[in-house]
């Protein structure tokens, strides 16, 4: 038996009586609340969401991605159920494109509504699976984002300055070549997101993917680092047979 499942076993059952009247205070309610769960199966997780609830699991990327693995970093993995109001009203607090970008605080309790806690840590969401007829969240894959960790993170790409944009006022449009980067990133400098300064190109401009500017400790996944990630166009004039 894992000492994790014997902190749940013996955990005061008592305990959640007195904490099932009072509510966190705003600051923490994006802390994700989990409880644990022992057994799995598509049965267990239908119930689950049947009860208001999100199954999830929370390992060492490496797990996810193929990489090198330790025995510690398989010992984290974490079978939990999450609330699906939390979840949701965490989704929508957030951009859409930002949220596999973005670490949460986790608590995992010893149930609903216990004051007991058993583990907790930051996590960074993998991959939020969705109903594609409804769009209502399946389950979630979380990462731990310990400090001193490194992950690899799809960043998205924020591009700012086109209102003041020299080629854009001479009729170019900006060409957003690359959504997103690929970085390594220690966990405690994961950027949500990365804004790209277009306040300075001119027409046939471009910005590439080594000049973008991050922390210095991000480093970037990338065979070609001069790979453009942007460019200001010229204008396109269609000929018309009109006289």
Same mark, same amino acid.
Request: net charge positive.
């Given at each position: ?8 076993? =013996? ?34 997780? &239908? !119930?689950?969401?049947? +009860? /208001? ?18 025995? !510690? %970093?398989?010992?984290?993995?974490? $079978? ?5 109001? +939390?979840?949701?009203? $965490? ?10 970008? =973005? ?5 995992? !309790?010893?149930? %609903? ?7 907790? /840590? ?9 109903? @594609?007829? =409804? ?9 731990? &984002? ?14 700012? /300055? *086109? ?14 070549? !690359?959504? %997103?980067?690929?970085?390594?990133? @220690?966990? *405690?400098? $994961?950027?949500?997101? $990365? ?29 070609? *680092? ?12 269609? *000929?018309? /047979?009109?006289?």
């Amino acid at each position: 038996m894992s000492r994790f499942a014997g902190r749940l076993r =013996t955990a005061v059952l008592n305990t959640r009586s007195s904490s099932l009247s009072s509510s966190p205070p705003a600051a923490a309610y994006h802390t994700i609340q989990a409880i644990p769960r022992e057994c799995t199966g598509s049965k267990v997780s &239908a !119930r689950d969401r049947a +009860q /208001g609830r999100v199954p999830a699991v929370v390992f060492a990327q490496q797990l996810f991605t193929g990489g090198k693995i330790d025995g !510690r %970093s398989v010992s984290r993995k974490r $079978i939990l159920t999450t609330e699906r109001k +939390q979840i949701q009203a $965490i989704l929508k607090s957030v951009q859409p494109e930002c949220i596999c970008s =973005t670490t949460f605080p986790l608590q995992i !309790r010893a149930g %609903s509504g216990s004051s007991v806690l058993l583990e907790s /840590g930051k996590v960074l969401p993998l991959k939020i699976h969705r109903d @594609p007829e =409804t769009g209502k969240v399946l389950n979630l894959v979380f990462a731990w &984002a310990d400090e001193g960790s490194e992950l690899k993170v799809d960043v998205p790409l924020v591009f700012k /300055g *086109e209102d003041v944009c020299p080629g854009i006022k001479k009729g170019g449009n900006l060409n957003r070549i !690359r959504p %997103s980067l690929k970085f390594l990133c @220690p966990a *405690e400098h $994961i950027p949500s997101k $990365i804004e790209v300064d277009v306040s300075n190109l001119d027409i046939g401009d471009r910005i590439l993917m080594h000049e973008v500017e991050v922390h210095p400790s991000l480093k970037l996944l990338s065979r070609n *680092e001069t790979m453009p990630v942007c460019k200001i166009n010229a204008a396109k004039f269609e *000929e018309s /047979g009109e006289v």
